[in-house]
Structures are given as C-alpha cells and as structure tokens.
C-alpha cells in the first residue's frame, strides 16, 4: 500500500470511529521479504512474501474493545466488531490514551541498502554450506531471508507515529551420526556471516559424537547467550510483568528494593540499542525509554502497559508490545540487556551449555525448571574440550541468577535481547 493511501485510511477510520466511541487507536502493520529454504544442500521453497493488517482498538466509558483485519477495504466491519467487543467488556480504570510527545533518536534497526534480493539468499546458503565443509557433518536444513516492515501507529488524541525495520537472517541445521548442531546468525542490517554460522552449526554437530556421560552433581556452567536468553524469556520476563506481580503470579512480587539476583548483575530495558525488537515508541504509542528492572542485583521496578497502569495506579513504562495487528497490546520487553564488569567467562574448567530445550516446562511463578543440555561440553582456557553426551540441568531461574561468577565480554542479538555469556557457580547437573 502507498504511504499516502495508508494515510487517508488511517484519518478516515480515526475520524469515523471518534464520532462513535470516547478514543479509537488504529495500528497499521506493513511488512515484505524473500527468503529460501535447503533441504539437505537443496535449495527449495525460495520466494517472497507480503503482509497489512490494521488493529483497531476503541475505549468507550472504560470499556475496551479491539478487532483486526488483513483488508483495509474491511475497516469498516473492523471498527464495527471492535465496538461490538468493547460493549461486552467490563469496565476499567482508564486515564485516556497517550496526546503525542518528544520520541527518542530512532534506534539502529534500519539498513537503507537493505535490498529483497532473491540472489542474497541463494549466496547465504551457499556461503552457509561452504562453512559446513570444514566439519564432518551432514547438513540437513537451513535457511536465509530478508525483510522490510513499517509499522504506523495512530489515535484520537493527535499520535501519529511511524517506524521502518529491516533484518538479515540465516541458519542452519546439521547432524553427524546421533548428534545434531544448529547455529542462526541474525541482523536489522546485511552484514551478517553466513560461513561462520554453517562452520558453527557443523562444529557442534561433530563435537558430540564421542561425547562421554558425566556423572551427576554441582559443576560450574557457562551459558552462552543462546541458552541464557531462555531462561529470561520464559521465567524472568514474564515475572517482570506489572500484570503478573499484582495478579500474584509473580516471585518479584512485593520485592522492590530487595537484592533478588546476583549483586553483580543490572538488567534493563534499552529500546536504543542495536536489536531485534528496539523501537522509539511502544505498541499504544508511548515513548521508549530505557527502564532499568535491576541494579546490581536489587529490584527496581516493573514494566506496565497503559492498561495495567491505570488498573493499578501507575505509571505506563512504555512497555507494550504487539506480535501483529491482531489482538490488545501485551506487556513485554523491547530489548533486555545484561550489564555488569565483564571478564573471561571459560578459562577455568565449565560445563559449556549451547542451548537447553523444555525452558517452556518452567514454573513462571516459583522459578523452578528441569531442562536437557543441548550440545553440552567442557571448555577450558577458551576452547571446547570433551563434549559431554547428555545431561539434564535442574534448579531455580532465581537462584540460577544469584549465582553468576563472571559476565562475558562479547554480546549476541538473541530475539529481543542483547545478551553475554555468563559463567555460574555450582548447578545441579544430573547425568549418569
């Protein structure tokens, strides 16, 4: 859809849901990519893709209703069914939504020379493949894509924003006998390296072939990022929600001021940053802005949306986010960050976990988890040593936190977070 279009439709849904409702919000999603898919060392599924959606949402005497539509000839039956919804919703706290206000300098999420180029993706692959070459290691999938997207967000109170994004990614999937590696490398810009995510993925797949067991009991660990952001993503996140904390599904609960995690430790929300998920402006319109949850291991606060806000007597800390069009805003994270003193993390010998599978199993509430070690392996003075064949790792995300001895020095994008690797005291390793 032409900008200009996209404009009038935008006026003509606020300017006829503002005579029917107290506040209307219109949310327009535009996105465009190419991407191809290997199957084996087979390139297939190769082709692009388009994607609008508009979200409606309107609030009538504290009542909110929403509906969405991938149609913009359909705005009319959209706004209609959002009204509809907003009658039989029960009433709320509601302070109005937010009049427009000074955004921050734009984050570094957009590559002008970004181009949907069918041939980049070809080329990735291939360079993915080449990287596999320097490990005995069959490949089994992978794949490469490019994508465009803005998203404009409007309401009756004068808020007119817009945002552009790109993002570069790729990856790939390899095995050798019963061991199996996976890498992905991803970017808002092109300069991605593909060989070195296929050398990764067929390192991994190599390395556990000869994997010894590994007796159960307390080790040292290092996360890589990969496995730390699972952890955040489905535990800590979640307790961070305003939502949760005064629903009482939430360990953080009532804890502000307290030391919660490792004294060495500060993570916050930083929209500026170069990520996957920063923005200048969340999914109801308010201004981004860095939030910081914890400093040096003592609670500061949580995220709130403008619903939850009200309900509650706070303040929106810019906070919301939307996967799409569809549906009411959600409290989330636009780009979690891990600071502290940054040091070697696999000098001394740990147990190096890649990735974990079954974080989703995790209570969200208490913290406890039981999760498989996805290509576990000692390191020492840097280098991977024996890889460990299989291992499962229990414990408390909580805890987990409080006991980080070193925070790496390098960062990797991983969905919406910038995150080290960490080295952890004795965990609970269950093995043999």
């Given at each position: 859809m032409r900008w200009w279009v996209a404009v009038e439709l935008i006026e003509e849904i606020l300017r006829t849901g503002g005579e029917m409702v107290d506040e209307i919000e219109v949310y327009v999603s535009e996105a465009e990519s190419v991407s191809a898919e290997l199957k084996r060392t087979l390139i297939?599924?190769?082709?692009?893709?388009?994607?609008?959606?508009?979200?409606?949402?309107?609030?009538?005497?504290?009542?909110?209703?929403?509906?969405?539509?991938?149609?913009?000839?359909?705005?009319?039956?959209?706004?209609?069914?959002?009204?509809?919804?907003?009658?039989?919703?029960?009433?709320?706290?509601?302070?109005?939504?937010?009049?427009?206000?000074?955004?921050?300098?734009?984050?570094?999420?957009?590559?002008?020379?970004?181009?949907?180029?069918?041939?980049?993706?070809?080329?990735?692959?291939?360079?993915?493949l080449r990287g596999a070459e320097v490990h005995?290691?069959?490949?089994?999938?992978?794949?490469?894509?490019?994508?465009?997207?803005?998203?404009?967000?409007?309401?009756?109170?004068?808020?007119?924003?817009?945002?552009?994004?790109?993002?570069?990614g790729c990856s790939l999937e390899c095995i050798n006998e019963q061991s199996t590696g996976f890498e992905f490398d991803v970017s808002p810009f092109v300069g991605i390296d593909p060989c070195h995510t296929g050398e990764q993925a067929a390192f991994f797949a190599e390395h556990g072939v000869d994997g010894d067991e590994i007796e159960t009991g307390d080790y040292d660990l290092v996360l890589s990022p990969?496995?730390?952001?699972?952890?955040?993503?489905?535990?800590?996140?979640?307790?961070?929600?305003?939502?949760?904390?005064?629903?009482?599904?939430s360990w953080l609960a009532g804890k502000v001021g307290e030391e919660c995690i490792g004294e060495n430790l500060s993570i916050y929300d930083d929209p500026s940053r170069c990520g996957?998920?920063?923005?200048?402006?969340?999914?109801?319109?308010?201004?981004?802005?860095?939030?910081?949850?914890?400093?040096?291991?003592?609670?500061?606060?949580?995220?709130?949306?403008?619903?939850?806000?009200y309900r509650y007597g706070q303040e929106s800390t810019g906070s919301a986010v939307r996967s799409g069009p569809g549906g009411a805003p959600a409290i989330g994270v636009h780009t979690l960050v891990i600071d502290g003193a940054r040091d070697t993390v696999d000098d001394e010998p740990a147990v190096y976990v890649h990735d974990i599978v079954g974080a989703h199993t995790a209570n969200p509430l208490t913290g406890d988890f039981s999760v498989e070690l996805s290509n576990p392996s000692w390191v020492e003075d840097g280098a991977f040593t024996l890889p460990v064949r299989s291992a499962m790792l229990a414990g408390n995300v909580f805890e987990l936190l409080g006991a980080v001895a070193a925070i790496g020095k390098e960062e990797r994008l991983v969905g919406g977070a910038v995150l080290p690797a960490v080295r952890l005291n004795k965990q609970h390793i269950i093995g043999k």
């Open positions: 297939e599924n190769a082709g692009g893709a388009k994607g609008f959606g508009i979200g409606i949402r309107v609030i009538e005497s504290g009542r909110i209703g929403v509906s969405s539509t991938g149609s913009p000839k359909d705005w009319r039956a959209c706004l209609e069914a959002a009204i509809a919804s907003a009658r039989l919703a029960h009433p709320q706290e509601w302070g109005g939504l937010p009049a427009p206000a000074s955004l921050p300098d734009a984050p570094p999420i957009f590559d002008p020379s970004l181009s949907l180029d069918p041939d980049w993706t070809r080329s990735t692959l291939e360079e993915m005995d290691a069959d490949v089994t999938g992978g794949s490469a894509s490019l994508s465009r997207s803005k998203v404009t967000i409007a309401n009756s109170s004068g808020v007119v924003y817009e945002q552009e994004r790109t993002s570069a990969v496995a730390l952001s699972q952890f955040l993503g489905h535990v800590l996140e979640p307790a961070l929600s305003g939502r949760n904390v005064h629903a009482g599904r996957l998920s920063s923005t200048r402006f969340d999914a109801e319109g308010v201004p981004a802005r860095r939030i910081v949850f914890f400093e040096n291991g003592v609670l500061q606060g949580y995220a709130y949306d403008l619903r939850t806000a």
